[in-house]
Each structure stands twice: as structure tokens, then as C-alpha cells.
């Protein structure tokens, strides 16, 4: 993974900022580091891909999140997609599109409606047969990558069940339309899709049949959870880092600020969230490289764990730099808006409390 993370570091250089004030990361900056398979780094080289375990996917996309939370939101979202096909597609439908979205093609993966946010069961895109083919019409919003992607991995209603079809960005029906000024992971190419009888052929459905939603939803939204918890991992490391930094360079009260206890203890907190967090991610990683039974309810809690610390964590590193660190750009500025974020993605705080409680309620009532 140090070699990936090395292309990654290259990509981005000073540049996330600008990223940020921008919104856009450029197109040839994720084609190219698409094209060296950085992207969903975990496919396997079967297909065109790095073939690298979740652990190893997870320090990169810790490396990634560190220095820029937009293009973690690609890894992630690109991870996605990819994962689904592989885990739901038919042989030749990994053929066909693993490999290229190892070679430069990104992709999304659009669950989200203006209606269905928490609740998947009130989606109303609808996938239908249409003669020898398929059309699908509905609208998906906040999707990451939306605005770069030339593949989504669509969620819809098929029969009494539910499917995942893969749509082309370019298919005639399809618009595009980037959400406006987002709170955080500004260069993520977040966008509302509209499909508005989109005709595609038969064998754009992964797997070839409706399957029942729980199963295509915990498939792709476990590999999301892992991945964002990853990502929250390396902004606690990024935040510890710039609060350290300021408190060991700046004097206030004739003291360091790494003198004063009040300050210590924010650094201590920092460092209790970054080591805890990484924990959690790794046992997680583990069960996933591991294929253990307790993977789907790792992910969820290192998501919830890693994404409040990371909230928590961005917080405390601005209090720590207070001024220095109070314009926008700033990585702890930067930090602050994204990780809020993810304190909604992939199943927000509440839904995975919820989880949560269940899980406790099975094992322990
Ligand atoms: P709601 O579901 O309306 O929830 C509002 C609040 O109520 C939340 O605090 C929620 O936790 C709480 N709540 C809701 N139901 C319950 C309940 N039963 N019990 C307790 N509390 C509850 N979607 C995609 O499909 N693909 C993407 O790539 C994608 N990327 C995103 C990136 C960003 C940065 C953001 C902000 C969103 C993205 N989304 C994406 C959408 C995201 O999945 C939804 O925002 C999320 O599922 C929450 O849905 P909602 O915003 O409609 O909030």
C-alpha cells in the first residue's frame, strides 16, 4: 500500500486546499490515479487490480484521508461500486467493468433519494422491463463522484424486490447536476442524478435478477463503512499532527502551548481517538480479510466509532489552534467541515446506534 499511498501523495501535493475552495478535483488527476488502480485499490489482479487486502486498503485510505477527504470520498465511493460488481455481478459482468475501473474509469454508487435518506425501504426508482431490455426512472441525490463518474451503480425497485443496474452517465435520460456549495469534502463531486427513461440492455442488472434489498444494501454499505471509518482514521492522524505542531511551535502566558495542561489534555484526547479509532479499523479489516460472520457489525461500529472521534477530534484541533487555525482552507478548517460528514454518510450516527442496540440486544437479552 506505501506505494499507492505514494502516487496519492504525489497527486495531491499542496494541492488540496485549492481543491477545496474550487470544488473540483481535476479529471485527469483521478483518471490517472484510476489508471494505476489506486482507486479500489482492493481489486484483484485477476481483474486489473492491486489485489490489496481491506487492512492494506485501509492505511492507504487512511494516507488518503489525511491529506484530502475529497479524494477519500472517490476511494470510497469508487471502492464501492467496484466491491458491488465483483460481490453481485455475474462473471462476465466483472470482466467487462472491474477492469475498467481499474484502468481509468470512475464510478458512484447511488442509493440516496429525496425521500429515501435513512429509510432505503422508501426508494422509488423504479427498474422495469422494457421489450428485450430495461428502462429505469427515478432520482438519486448526493451522489459522491456523481459529477465525475462514467459508471453508476444504480439501486432501484425491480418487481417486488430490488436491483443494482449499472448506467452509463452518458446513456440518453441520464442528467447530471452538482450539488451546490457542500458543507465539506468540497471536491467530491457530489450530485443530484436524474434518470428519466433510461432504456439499457438486459444484462445491466448485476447478477441478471432482483435480489432482496437488505442483501445488496449491506454488500455495498459495508464496504463503505470500513472504507469511511479508514478515512476518519487519517483525519484524527492529520488533526493530531497539526495541534502537536502549533502547541510545540507557539508560546502564550510566557509557556508553550505544549506546557500548559488544558492544552496536553487536548492532545492526549486526540491521541486516545487516533490509536482507538485505528484499532477498531483494523479489527474490522481483519474480519473482512478474514471473511468472519462478525464483519458486517465490525464495520458498523468502527464507522460509528471513528466518524464521532473525527468530529469530536477535528473540534478539539481547531480549539488547539484557535486563530491559526480558523481560516477556510486550513487543514484543521478543512478537517472540521469534512468530518461533520461523515457523521451522516453510510449510516448516520442514530441509524448506527440503532444498529448497534440491536447487535446488544441479540447477544446479550
Ligand atoms: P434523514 O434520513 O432525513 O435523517 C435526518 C436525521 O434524522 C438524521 O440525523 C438521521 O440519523 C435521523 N433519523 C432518520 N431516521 C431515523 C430513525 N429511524 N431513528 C432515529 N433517527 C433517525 N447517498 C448515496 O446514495 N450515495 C452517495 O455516494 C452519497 N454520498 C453522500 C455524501 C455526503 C457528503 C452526504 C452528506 C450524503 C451522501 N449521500 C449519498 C446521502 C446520504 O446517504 C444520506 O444523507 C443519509 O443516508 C441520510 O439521509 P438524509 O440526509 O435524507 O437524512
Redesign the pocket.
Known amino acids: 500500500w506505501s506505494e499507492a499511498a505514494a502516487l496519492v501523495a504525489a497527486a495531491v501535493g499542496d494541492r488540496a486546499e485549492t481543491w477545496d475552495r474550487t470544488g473540483r478535483i481535476p479529471l485527469e488527476t483521478l483518471r490517472e490515479l484510476g489508471t494505476k488502480g489506486v482507486l479500489c485499490a482492493q481489486i484483484p489482479q485477476e481483474y486489473g487490480g492491486l489485489g490489496l487486502s481491506s487492512l492494506d486498503n485501509g492505511e492507504l485510505t487512511a494516507a488518503t484521508g489525511a491529506r484530502c477527504s475529497s479524494l477519500r470520498?472517490v476511494l470510497t465511493?469508487q471502492g464501492?461500486a467496484a466491491w458491488t460488481i465483483l460481490r453481485l455481478g455475474s462473471a462476465a459482468q466483472r470482466r467487462a467493468h472491474l477492469a475498467a475501473l481499474s484502468s481509468g474509469s470512475l464510478a458512484?454508487?447511488?442509493?440516496?433519494e429525496p425521500e429515501?435518506?435513512?429509510?432505503?425501504s422508501a426508494m422509488s426508482t423504479r427498474i422495469s422491463e422494457d421489450g428485450t431490455g430495461l428502462r429505469v426512472d427515478g432520482r438519486?441525490?448526493?451522489?459522491?463522484?456523481?459529477a465525475y463518474a462514467d459508471l453508476l451503480v444504480v439501486?432501484g425497485r425491480f418487481g417486488d424486490e430490488a436491483a443494482a443496474v449499472l448506467v452509463p452517465t452518458d446513456a440518453p435520460g441520464v442528467r447530471i447536476e452538482r450539488v451546490a456549495d457542500?458543507?465539506?469534502?468540497r471536491a467530491?463531486g457530489?450530485a443530484d442524478v436524474h434518470l428519466d427513461g433510461v432504456r439499457l440492455p438486459r444484462d445491466a442488472v448485476l447478477g441478471g435478477a432482483a435480489m432482496p434489498l437488505g442483501l445488496i444494501a449491506t454488500t455495498a454499505l459495508t464496504y463503505g463503512r470500513v472504507s469511511v471509518a479508514w478515512g476518519c482514521v487519517g483525519i484524527l492522524r492529520s488533526c493530531l499532527a497539526e495541534a502537536a505542531r502549533h502547541a510545540a511551535s507557539r508560546a502564550q502566558g510566557g509557556a508553550m502551548l505544549a506546557s500548559h495542561q488544558l492544552v496536553r489534555r487536548h492532545l492526549a484526547e486526540l491521541t486516545v481517538a487516533e490509536q482507538a479509532a485505528t484499532r477498531l479499523c483494523e479489527h474490522a479489516s481483519r474480519a473482512w480479510d478474514a471473511r468472519t460472520s462478525d464483519l458486517v457489525m465490525a464495520a458498523v461500529l468502527a464507522k460509528h466509532f471513528a466518524a464521532t472521534r473525527a468530529a469530536e477530534g477535528a473540534s478539539t484541533a481547531v480549539q488547539v489552534l484557535a486563530s491559526a487555525g480558523s481560516r477556510d482552507g486550513h487543514p484543521v478548517a478543512r478537517a472540521y467541515r469534512d468530518a461533520k460528514?461523515m457523521e451522516?454518510?453510510?449510516?448516520?450516527?442514530?441509524?448506527s446506534?440503532?444498529m448497534l442496540a440491536d447487535h446488544a440486544l441479540a447477544a446479550w437479552s
Request: proline content about 3%; some cysteine; overall charge negative.
Open positions: 470520498s465511493s464501492m458512484g454508487v447511488a442509493f440516496s429515501a435518506g435513512s429509510d432505503l438519486k441525490v448526493w451522489i459522491t463522484v456523481g439501486f457542500p458543507l465539506g469534502c467530491a457530489h460528514l451522516l454518510i453510510e449510516g448516520s450516527n442514530e441509524m446506534q440503532l
